[in-house]
């Protein structure tokens, strides 16, 4: 997860060893986040940033705005077939930041205050909605619309979990299933045979 942070504030002044003398002020609090319309700041990092995320060859899977203390944090999903690697994070984190920069620097203010940007993929909680979704997903077991199987196949229609044809309209939100490997199936080293003698 890439994090930026913007304009910090400067720390009051202290002296040697923590204490405050008598004369000298306390220090300066740094000053909570601007209370801004959320939604209506997300509306316009999203206009500024999807175009970039998509032109790089992603998906923009979900934007998150809220106020943490002093700053803003803005967190921004993406996602690719084949998943993501922490060079793609680096990469995405770049062009929304400098994105966002533009923006600003023509004359626009998107997010007023200082924020912090961080750009991570989506956990394997995240719901199923979209048709790339299912396809990403193929071989693994997931619960959907009462049923639980495994998807074998995902085209622009629907999908195949197990043997049964599902259109995506009749799907709702899909959930992975977390699959522990059974016991039967695990991988053992094999006993080389002279510690097999040695043992009798």
Sequence with gaps: M???????S???HRRPGGGRGRDEAPAERSPAAP???LAAAKARVLAVIEPVVEAAGYDLEEIGLSRAGRRHV???LVDKDGGISLDDVALVSRAISQALDEA???GGEVLAGEYQLEVGSPGVDRPLTEPRHWRRNVG???AVSGLTGRVTAADENGITLDDRVIAYADLGPGKVQIEFKRLDEAEFEDVD????????
């Design 2 to 8: 890439t994090q930026r942070g913007r304009a910090s």
């Design 10 to 12: 400067r720390p009051g």
């Design 35 to 37: 209370r801004i319309d």
């Design 74 to 76: 803005l967190r921004v």
């Design 104 to 106: 600003e620097e023509s």
């Design 140 to 142: 693994r077991l997931v």
């Design 193 to 200: 045979d002279e510690d097999e003698e040695g043992e009798e």
